[in-house]
């Protein structure tokens, strides 16, 4: 039977980080998953804490670490290395991203023309962060039969203060704010929808097409003159413009530079509706760094249970076509996600179930699961659901105690955390998939992996 | 202020029946005018089962509502056939269900006159594989499934043609009568800009169904309806494609009828006080589920899509009986209210009860007792003449949408509400014909947000429109556009809309699909900093309110 | 969860209506390999799931004797190649793959099919005819007029990675290999009883390719198994069935799938391993007979259970500790592309796990989704183009490596690889028995002993 240090289970933020520390680190690391969901489904930045009225994701993450049961409880200190370990391995890959924890949270414009505050954004985000000058102008910048970005929706929401400041409350926490934030938001916002060369009755315009239309550096390169254009008849003066997040693939930082070189003005992406490409960039960064260490990734294999002595995992089962497959795991790291994920799976009967390993979950009774309005201010109670661990992130019981040994449980599965209107899922993911990799790596983790026997010296398998 | 228009007969309540009697009024040649405090269909009609009756659910217990069944079902299938799906149907005895009405029951199809085989158990099973092996007997009936909007729409459509009137969103809110109990003015009140405007009828038919106690209560008549809740489970697919019975008496979640692209479970009856006020518990939702696992033993593994309720337009009769009577025998199925005679209104005739099977023939005995009063002759034709815009008068095929898109090419480029494969061009024929309505309108004319991501990706791309068009000043009867609030709003409203449907069934994928649903809304694109985002923390609503006594607005 | 329980709920039923599980993600049409390169396929999500809730008959297996379905709805699936990624990466286990294929036969469903595509589907009439008619087959098909013939009056692309025929069937050479015993169909308990028994020999289904194409890739591995102690049975066998179902023939392949399951269905029984050197074929026995045509009963699946692909079955051995690894020295860099057949068995890529027991040997994956000639889907006039821009990337790579040959353990990727890069390229077996060869005092030799008689076609030369 082949034998892994570590299985990590899920190939999200989470799942990823660990992994790939866990493969810096020397561990022989399997990392399978069922499917691709988290990362392309999500922004791509590294969202860190934006509780209401923090002004920093520092202070964010310290004032949800004072919330009974948040992981950050365990993990605040860990966030600050793991992000710096993150942002190093993808830039790797020549993905970087912009802003620090220290920094205040801004609002940045979204593809229905509201704000969210964040921190950490990919580069090409990043001319978001940046304060807004008295006489600047918004541009936005939607591209002609492109349905998942509609700019005079957009432009009439944002030239609305009320959007913008209901972001950027906190200065008043004593933090340097020196301006009025009421005025920091573009003086005028306009929208413009460009038709990009060859668009025109095509019959599948979406997020991917664009995107590989962009990594073609001649297509490219015409199509910013033509956004040129529109933006220079649009009017004079400074100004930004705000395009769907749809600049390259594999090629975005050359298109992103070719944008620089091409366009009047400084120009930043908006997330979109999954796919979401920069959450595509960034996970084929991160998979590139974990293949380059060695690690082995098998995607679209579930695991359909795991084998256990008494508080160890000691085999991990994946269905193979027929048969099972099984990987012997010195210890395993479970990052199966939330119930957006499928890591949490609510049942008809009221329960909420953890499938893998059939783990004690932390839920309100099903009478209380969901608000009676699809978005109130304090969310639905089920969102605080999850995976309770100790201090090593070992999952544990109602009574407290130790259920597995050698599990590490990370990402949206921890329990306590609202990833949403917190914003602090990525934050959350990466710090967890650090410590992770720390307990189960370091020396005083060795008891955790148990006895490796390689089955041929050298081998991978 | 301006002089009140007047018309012959003034309908109140724009269903299944209200149009079927404005069509009926207008081929007789009265002018007429039919009104509905919201949109054409948003009642009971637009929350049917889908189900065209054979009235083989009847036979046994009341011949008489099975045969007008049947006969309504040729008819239907006649003149609106592009409303009408051919599904076949089939009742089934299952272990559980006794065998003296299994075996009386092809005989009793027979005697009302409805088509009724008796099939292989092994045929069926063949069919339909997700069926129940344990079947005893099978008997296929000419069920069928009926779709309520283009009905309406069509039968509206040739109420127009001859002069009718048709304002939906007009609320009737005051009558105004003479000392001797005649209606000389009707108030209706704008549900959208609050404006009144009057009008004088001769004659006023209240198909109100459910609401016909509040529309009575204008005239002063104390009329109680006993409002009949039925839940009903919708099911992302199909998993079967012929509407099944449980043969059996009737009673709650014993018929699967295959609508569009999906197939619902039905259904339950539950008496409520206020057909606008009413929930979905939990224990319904598992009532109905054990139910239907009698019929599809692998239900508990499908993706449950939705929940929603309609309310029967149930009389509770406390006044001597004072049914009209023509000469022929009326079913109790359905009851036409003269209130001259009940409460000496002479002008005031309510039609309640009934399904939308025989909403036509409803139709068409009140207005023939309306007709008798005000002498008017003109015998009934609306049986005859097939429906204007049925195309090439062929039935409803599920695969019309995908088919008609691969010919045009295919892709998604044009496609805004990807699930149920509703294209740009659609939509803003729509938006041409019916604005200024709300997303739900939308939502009932074009399929928006009914599929198995439940709005989630569409809502958004559906605003746009709208916020597009509000920009180009192309929005019908709005020019000036829209305020960026308003289209908040729009938003807003209809992503609770579809959050009601869900959160009754919130479980397995459809709670994954909601919580991705709310991951886009509230992560990606920052819902909550929109103006109309913040609401009132739950702190000011009961917190734990107890499952079957949820109180939320009408849903589906 | 056990992998019984798994393989108990994939019937036909269950992967038509796994349709349900859909979440609208679009992760699937991140990666499509043919929604990237061309616009007439829109995409795993809007033919699979999307499309399904629109077709009738959802519930019945594809081309069923049952209720002859109204027309199709469907046109533009016909352009999926089948490649399984989308199956592979989607988060809610949907198998939009097979729903697919299932579309396509609907559609073709009461329509004649193509001549083109039943002379796909008669592999083993073509071969026999070819094999006898050589040389004069090979010539036909290397002749640039005759091939301009075929594409004008079959719609089989001129320049369509065509095999050579071989000169002599396998079945007809086995006679004279000592390890292997040719069985035949109603062998009475006598014979049976000459058969060696299970714990020393397999039975080998060497499929149409091995048979008429390539008997030394069936030869390399009788020899390569005969090195580890196991003799092999060749019982009677026909074409699996899956080159029919590709091109919407379900009929057919039903017939195909019955005739083969009565043959091993014994053997499974009494204890012997089927083992298959194409992934196509050994996947095919795995689970589309059972998902695709519904064919679920007790023989199917102990057939199902005891099919096992060659690199597989060796990887196993090794698990066990009883592979022969005197693998002598093979000094060189080999490319290697995993098959989508072979990531849809979910066995990970056992391939590499045997060549990193070869001392010099430099086996580096790839790490391309798909070649593109999927099957018989990138020989056909209107989908060849789409299928070369699909394994352009690939090409490239493989080109751009300094290595005298290649390796994959799919027939027809093998002969789209070779066509578009020029290299030879092999079974994985091929190399083990080579490297088996080399184990001897003589110098580092190269992997090309035991190379095939004749040298692939190269059309248009």
Redesign the interface.
């Given at each position: 039977m082949p034998r892994a240090d570590v299985v990590v289970i899920g190939a999200g933020l989470a799942g990823l980080t660990a992994a790939i520390a866990l493969a810096d680190a020397g561990a022989r690391v399997e990392l399978v998953a069922r499917g691709h969901a988290a990362t392309h489904w999500t922004p791509g930045g590294f969202d860190c804490a934006a509780p209401p009225s923090a002004p920093t994701s520092t202070v964010g993450i310290e004032r949800l670490a004072a919330r009974e049961g948040h992981p950050y409880g365990i993990l605040a200190g860990d966030v600050q290395p793991g992000l710096a370990f993150v942002r190093s391995i993808v830039g790797e890959a020549g993905l970087m991203y912009r802003g620090e924890l220290e920094d205040l949270l801004r609002p940045v414009p979204t593809a229905i023309g509201g704000t969210r505050r964040v921190g950490i954004v990919p580069a090409g985000q990043g001319s978001a962060l940046d304060r807004w000058s008295a006489d600047e102008r918004l541009i936005v910048c939607g591209i002609t039969g492109f349905k998942d970005f509609w700019p005079s929706l957009i432009a009439a929401s944002l030239a609305r203060p009320s959007v913008w400041s209901s972001a950027s409350a906190g200065a008043g926490d004593g933090l340097a704010a020196d301006a009025d934030p009421d005025d920091d938001r573009p003086a005028r916002v306009e929208a413009v929808s460009v038709g990009l060369p060859g668009q025109a009755g095509r019959r599948s315009i979406n997020a991917m097409e664009l995107g590989q239309a962009f990594d073609d550096a001649a297509w490219r390169r015409e199509a910013f003159g033509r956004i040129a254009r529109a933006v220079e008849a649009s009017g004079h003066g400074p100004g930004r413009i705000a395009m769907p997040a749809v600049l390259g693939i594999a090629d975005h930082a050359a298109a992103m530079a070719d944008a620089a070189e091409i366009l009047p003005l400084a120009m930043f992406e908006v997330p979109l509706v999954p796919p979401s490409l920069p959450g595509l960039r960034l996970y084929a960064a991160l998979r590139g760094a974990f293949l380059r260490r060695g690690g082995r990734l098998s995607i679209g294999e579930p695991v359909i249970r795991m084998e256990t002595d008494g508080r160890r995992v000691t085999v991990v089962v994946l269905s193979a076509a027929v048969r099972e497959r099984r990987i012997g795991a010195g210890a395993v790291v479970l990052a199966t996600g939330g119930i957006a994920g499928g890591g949490l799976i609510g049942l008809a009967d009221g329960r909420l179930q953890e499938p893998v390993l059939n783990l004690p979950v932390e839920a309100p009774g099903v009478e209380d699961w969901l608000a009676e309005q699809a978005m109130c201010d304090d969310g639905h109670p089920l969102e605080r659901a999850g995976v309770r661990t100790d201090a090593q992130l070992r999952p544990i019981d109602a009574a407290g105690d130790v259920v597995y040994d050698n599990v590490a449980v990370v990402g949206s599965l921890l329990a306590g955390q609202r990833a949403v209107a917190e914003r602090c899922g990525d934050g959350v993911a990466i710090a967890s998939g650090w410590r992770a990799a720390a307990t189960l790596g370091s020396s005083s983790g060795a008891a955790l992996r148990g006895s490796l026997q390689p089955t041929v010296a050298g081998s991978r398998i | 202020m301006s002089p009140a228009q007047s018309f012959d007969i003034l309908i109140i309540g724009g269903g299944a029946t209200g149009a079927g009697l404005v069509r009926d009024f207008a081929r007789r040649g009265l002018r007429s005018l039919l009104v509905d405090k919201g949109d054409l269909g948003s009642g009971t009609s637009g929350r049917h089962h889908g189900l065209l009756h054979s009235g083989g659910r009847y036979v046994v217990k009341d011949a008489l509502a099975a045969r007008e069944c049947i006969d309504e079902n040729r008819i239907i299938r006649r003149i609106a056939p592009a409303s009408v799906e051919d599904t076949g149907g089939y009742f089934v005895a299952t272990p559980d269900d006794p065998d003296e009405y299994v075996d009386a029951f092809a005989a009793a199809c027979h005697a009302s006159g409805v088509p009724c085989e008796e099939v292989p158990v092994a045929e069926l099973l063949r069919r339909e594989p997700a069926l129940n092996p344990a079947i005893r007997r099978a008997f296929r009936v000419p069920d069928g499934g009926l779709e309520p909007w283009g009905l309406i729409e069509a039968t509206v459509a040739d109420a127009r043609a001859r002069g009718a009137q048709i304002w939906p969103y007009q609320r009737a809110v005051a009558m105004e009568l003479t000392a001797g109990g005649r209606i000389v003015s009707v108030d209706l009140a704008d549900e959208r800009s609050g404006s009144v405007t009057t009008v004088a009828p001769r004659f006023v038919v209240s198909a109100a169904g459910a609401w016909a106690g509040s529309v009575a209560a204008l005239a002063g008549i104390k009329l109680s309806m006993a409002p009949g809740k039925g839940t009903m489970l919708i099911f992302n697919q199909r998993m079967t494609d012929a509407v099944i019975n449980r043969c059996h008496r009737p009673a709650d979640g014993d018929i699967m009828v295959p609508v569009h692209e999906v197939a619902i479970l039905g259904t339950t009856e539950i008496t409520v006080d206020d057909p606008d006020v009413y929930g979905i518990g939990r224990d319904e939702v598992a009532q109905l589920m054990v139910e239907g696992l009698k019929l599809f033993p692998d239900l508990a593994r499908m993706r449950l899509l939705r929940a929603y309720a309609g309310v029967r337009p149930l009389y509770k009769d406390d006044q001597p009986a004072a049914a009209v009577k023509d000469g022929r025998e009326i079913s109790r199925a359905h009851l036409i209210i003269d209130h001259e005679t009940r409460d000496g209104v002479g002008n005031l005739v309510s039609i309640v009860g009934g399904k939308i099977t025989t909403h036509r023939l409803m139709a068409e005995q009140t207005v023939d007792a309306v007709c008798a009063k005000l002498g008017v002759a003109e015998p009934c034709t609306t049986a005859e003449e097939v429906l204007p815009g049925q195309g090439d008068a062929a039935s409803y095929w599920l695969g019309h949408r995908l088919a008609e898109h691969e010919e045009d090419g295919g892709g998604d480029a044009d496609l805004i509400c990807e699930c149920e494969m509703l294209t740009r061009a659609s939509l803003d024929r729509f938006l041409d014909a019916r604005w200024p309505c709300s997303l739900d309108d939308v939502r009932r004319g074009t399929r928006l947000g009914m599929g198995p991501c439940q709005g989630g990706f569409c809502t958004f791309r559906a605003v746009g429109i709208v916020a597009e068009r509000s920009a180009t000043g192309t929005l019908p009867a709005q020019p000036e556009g829209l305020s960026p609030e308003a289209v908040d709003q729009i938003l807003l409203d209809f992503l609770d809309e579809r959050f009601r449907g869900t959160r009754p069934i919130a479980w397995g994928r459809q709670l994954q699909e909601l919580w991705i649903t709310a991951g886009l809304y509230g992560g990606v694109l920052g819902l909550e900093s929109l103006s109309a985002g913040s609401r009132p923390p739950t702190a000011e609503i009961a917190p734990a309110i107890a499952a079957e006594r949820e109180t939320v607005h009408a849903q589906g | 969860?056990?992998?019984q329980?798994?393989?108990r709920e994939a019937t036909y039923?269950d992967v038509a209506?796994s349709?349900?599980?859909?979440?609208?993600?679009?992760?699937c049409?991140?990666?499509c390999p043919v929604?990237?390169v061309t616009?007439l396929f829109?995409?795993p999500?809007?033919v699979g799931?999307?499309?399904?809730?629109?077709?009738?008959?959802?519930?019945?297996p594809p081309q069923?004797d049952?209720?002859p379905h109204?027309?199709?709805?469907?046109?533009?699936v016909d352009y999926c190649s089948g490649c399984g990624m989308c199956?592979?990466?989607?988060?809610?286990?949907v198998k939009i793959a097979e729903i697919n294929n299932r579309a396509r036969a609907e559609m073709k469903a009461g329509h004649r099919p193509k001549l083109r595509d039943w002379l796909f589907g008669q592999t083993d009439l073509v071969g026999r005819l070819g094999v006898i008619f050589t040389p004069i087959s090979n010539w036909s098909l290397q002749n640039g007029l005759i091939r301009w013939v075929l594409q004008v009056v079959m719609g089989i692309h001129r320049k369509a990675p065509l095999p050579a025929f071989a000169r002599r069937t396998l079945r007809s050479r086995l006679g004279r290999v000592d390890s292997v015993t040719l069985a035949r169909r109603g062998m009475d308990a006598a014979g049976r009883a000459k058969e060696p028994p299970p714990d020393r020999a397999v039975v080998l289904f060497h499929g149409c390719a091995a048979n008429y194409y390539e008997p030394h890739v069936a030869l390399a591995a009788i020899e390569v198994l005969r090195r580890n102690g196991y003799e092999t049975i060749v019982p009677e066998q026909v074409c699996c069935g899956l080159p029919l179902m590709n091109n919407g023939m379900y009929v057919q392949a039903r017939s195909r799938a019955h005739s083969n399951i009565d043959v091993l269905a014994d053997y499974a029984r009494r204890g012997y391993r089927i083992v298959g050197t194409s992934t196509s074929c050994t996947?095919t026995f795995?689970?589309e007979y059972r998902e695709m045509l519904d064919i679920d009963d007790e023989d199917a699946r102990l057939v199902?259970?005891a099919?096992w692909d060659i690199c597989e079955f060796l990887?196993d051995l090794?698990?066990d500790?009883r592979l022969d690894?005197r693998f002598g020295r093979l000094d060189e860099t080999l490319p290697y592309h995993p098959p989508c057949q072979l990531?849809?068995?979910?066995?990970?890529i056992p391939a590499?796990?045997l060549f990193?027991?070869v001392p010099g040997l430099q086996a580096i994956d790839m790490?391309h989704d798909c070649c593109g000639v999927a099957g018989t889907y990138g020989l056909k006039k209107e989908k060849y183009d789409i299928a070369m821009a699909v394994g352009d990337p690939l090409f490239k790579r493989i080109r751009e490596t300094d290595s005298a040959q290649a390796a994959c353990d799919s027939e027809t990727c093998r002969w789209q690889i070779q066509t578009a890069t020029g290299r030879p390229t092999r079974h994985p077996v091929e190399i083990l028995a080579s490297a088996y060869a080399a184990f001897s005092d003589a110098p580092a030799a190269s992997a090309t002993v035991g190379a095939p008689e004749r040298e692939p076609v190269t059309p248009g030369r």
């Open positions: - | - | 969860m056990t992998i329980d798994l393989v039923l209506m349709a349900d599980s859909c979440l609208k993600c679009n992760v049409n991140t990666v929604s990237r616009d829109p995409g999500k809007y799931p999307q499309a399904q809730r629109f077709r009738l008959g959802t519930t019945l069923s049952v209720a109204d027309a199709s709805p469907d046109r533009w199956t592979l990466a989607c988060p809610a286990d996947h795995k689970a199902a259970e099919t990887v090794h698990d500790g690894t990531k849809g068995h979910g066995i990970g590499m796990d990193a027991l790490d």
